[in-house]
C-alpha cells in the first residue's frame, strides 16, 4: 500500500537560513510526487509537482525538491527562508497509472520561521 | 476561475443534528475529494469520486457520514447525527484525474464545523 513518511513534525528556523524538509514515501509503481502548502487559516496550494523528467523539480516562491528514486525520497529545500514561509508542508504522492487521482498525503511538517 | 468552492464556511450546530457541507469543484475536473483534517489525525482522505461514481469511501469513519455527487457540478457531505468528535475542517478537492494527464488537487477553503 502506498506511504508518506514525513519524519519531521516541527522545524523551528532563523530567517535566512536553509531549509530541508525530509519526505519518504513507500509505491511499488510509477509515483507522481507532489509537495502542498498549507499557511495559517488557508487551504492547502500545491508548492511543486514531480511526474517524470528531471529530478531537480522547481516549484514557486524559490522552493525546489529533488526526486531520489534509489532512496524513495522527494525532499523540499529552499536556500534561505523567510518569515512569511511559516506555515505546514505536505508531501504527496499518487499512483501514476492508478484508475483515479487517488493522493496520498504525509503528516505534515510545521515549519515556523523566527524573525 | 473561481477555483472550487465551498459552503457554509462556519458552521457551529448542537450534538445530534444533521450536519450538510457542499462542494462545487472546478468546472471540467472528473474527480472530487472530501478530506478532514484535525490536530489529532491530519489530513484524512474521506471518500472520493470519478466521474460522479464513489470510487473509495474507506476513509468515512462510520454510517453516520454519507456523501454524494448527484452531478459534476456538485458533491455533498452529511453526518447525521453529528457529535463533538466530528469537529474538524472539512476540505474538499477536485482534479482533472488520470485521463487527463493532470493529478493535481485543487483545495476549497475549507468548512470549520464544530460540533457542541
Known amino acids: 500500500a502506498q506511504s508518506v513518511s514525513q519524519h519531521n513534525h516541527h522545524v523551528i528556523l532563523s530567517e535566512a537560513a536553509s531549509l530541508e524538509l525530509g519526505c519518504n514515501y513507500s509505491?511499488?509503481?510509477?509515483?507522481?510526487l507532489f509537495w502542498y502548502v498549507q499557511y495559517p487559516g488557508q487551504h492547502l496550494q500545491l508548492l511543486l509537482k514531480?511526474?517524470?523528467?528531471?529530478?531537480l523539480v522547481k516549484g514557486i516562491k524559490g522552493f525546489e525538491a529533488e526526486f531520489i528514486k534509489s532512496k524513495f525520497s522527494f525532499n523540499l529545500r529552499k536556500p534561505s527562508v523567510q518569515w512569511s514561509d511559516t506555515a505546514e508542508y505536505f508531501c504527496?504522492?499518487?499512483?501514476?497509472?492508478?484508475?483515479?487521482?487517488?493522493?496520498?498525503f504525509g503528516s505534515g511538517t510545521r515549519l515556523s520561521i523566527r524573525p | 476561475d473561481a477555483g472550487v468552492i465551498q459552503s457554509p464556511r462556519h458552521e457551529v450546530t448542537e450534538m445530534g443534528q444533521e450536519v450538510t457541507l457542499r462542494c462545487k469543484p472546478i468546472?471540467?475536473?472528473?474527480?472530487l475529494f472530501w478530506y478532514r483534517q484535525t490536530m489529532m489525525r491530519g489530513l484524512e482522505l474521506l471518500i472520493y469520486?470519478?466521474?460522479?461514481?464513489?470510487?473509495?469511501d474507506s476513509g468515512m469513519p462510520e454510517d453516520r457520514f454519507s456523501a454524494k455527487m448527484p452531478n459534476a457540478s456538485f458533491s455533498t457531505l452529511k453526518i447525521q447525527p453529528s457529535e463533538p468528535r466530528d469537529s474538524a475542517v472539512y476540505f474538499c478537492?477536485?482534479?482533472?484525474?488520470?485521463?487527463?494527464?493532470?493529478?493535481?488537487?485543487?483545495f476549497g477553503p475549507g468548512t470549520r464545523l464544530t460540533v457542541l
Open positions: 478537492a477536485s482534479s482533472l484525474g488520470e485521463l487527463a494527464g493532470s493529478y493535481e488537487q485543487f
Open positions: 509505491y511499488g509503481g510509477t509515483v507522481n
Open positions: 469520486f470519478n466521474n460522479n461514481v464513489p470510487i473509495d
Open positions: 514531480y511526474f517524470s523528467g528531471d529530478p
Open positions: 468546472s471540467g475536473h472528473n474527480s
Open positions: 504527496a504522492v499518487s499512483g501514476g497509472y492508478s484508475s483515479a487521482s487517488k493522493i496520498i
